[in-house]
């Protein structure tokens, strides 16, 4: 298996623990303090990466730091905001609006560094965005507060993921892995000292079992096999397969809660699916250069 590929099914697969990360996410938290419980999934990230990437941890230097600061910003506001928003909105909608880093990418990098995306790239997030659009939307579709903080974490998620992508161009990430947890822990330290009612150790199995596997799969896992991928995936492409994150998790709902697959999950699925093959597949055969080398 080549290396591209094998990363293109680590990033699906991370989109399965995303995908179930909703439900354990809502159940841990419960009735406890969001940020308490979001400073231990980084704490514990930041544990076991400090033990898997020890020969990069014991280089870390001056600009490795300053790199993780930069990345751990804009990736800790989109995990907060989205995280917030559970609270406030439905999974299935949180999800759907979630999909709209795939556009907002290209539109930011059109703004900002005048960098035209190919066009294909446009028209596999215009596909994933309607198979997310079949899926999650419901006769009661409206826009409340936790659409809006959706929204604004969404935003977060495409500056992280330009910003990875334009660091991993120039040097190795795996220095900064580490630090940006280490800087996404300490912001959420530094909010739950503000919770004066926020119980620091809850005794409830749910809540530590939801932080272990948060901290394991869906943060440790994922964020690194999506750093490491961008120095051979572009932003775009990794936030279309981020798409997948929602067809799992209904999935991991008809498994684990019994829900039905419906006619949306398959077609809306089978969308997305079509969405990113066309991302990845190059569209100019070898015919097709040859003869216009030839002209």
Request: hydrophobic share 55%.
């Amino acid at each position: 298996m080549e290396r591209r590929q094998l990363l293109l099914f680590l990033l699906i697969l991370g989109t399965a623990f995303w995908g179930v990360s909703y439900s354990v996410t809502k159940m841990a938290i419960g009735h406890f303090s969001l940020n308490i419980f979001l400073f231990y999934r980084f704490l514990l990230a930041v544990m076991v990466l400090s033990i898997v990437f020890w020969k990069y941890v014991k280089d870390i230097n001056r600009e490795a730091i300053k790199t993780g600061f930069i990345l751990a910003v804009p990736m800790f506001l989109g995990i907060q905001l989205q995280t917030t928003a559970l609270k406030y909105t439905d999974a299935s909608q949180c999800s759907f609006i979630a999909g709209l880093t795939v556009i907002i990418i290209p539109m930011l990098k059109l703004a900002i560094y005048r960098t035209n995306t190919p066009l294909k790239i446009w028209i596999a997030a215009l596909t994933a965005l309607t198979g997310l659009f079949i899926i999650a939307i419901t006769d009661k579709f409206t826009i409340n507060v936790g659409d809006l903080f959706t929204i604004s974490g969404a935003f977060a998620f495409a500056v992280y993921l330009i910003s990875v992508e334009k660091h991993s161009a120039a040097k190795n990430l795996l220095y900064s892995i580490v630090p940006m947890f280490a800087f996404c822990a300490l912001f959420t330290f530094c909010i739950a000292l503000t919770d004066s009612q926020a119980v620091w150790l809850p005794k409830n199995d749910t809540f530590w079992l939801g932080a272990v596997y948060c901290a394991l799969f869906s943060t440790a896992f994922m964020y690194t096999v999506s750093n490491i991928s961008q120095r051979y995936l572009s932003a775009e492409r990794v936030a279309v397969i981020y798409l997948f994150e929602p067809v799992f998790g209904a999935i991991g709902a008809f498994f684990i809660l019994g829900e039905n697959l419906s006619w949306r999950l398959l077609l809306g699925g089978t969308l997305i699916f079509s969405a990113t093959i066309i991302s990845e597949v190059n569209f100019k055969s070898k015919k097709l250069k040859m003869l216009i080398r030839k002209n």
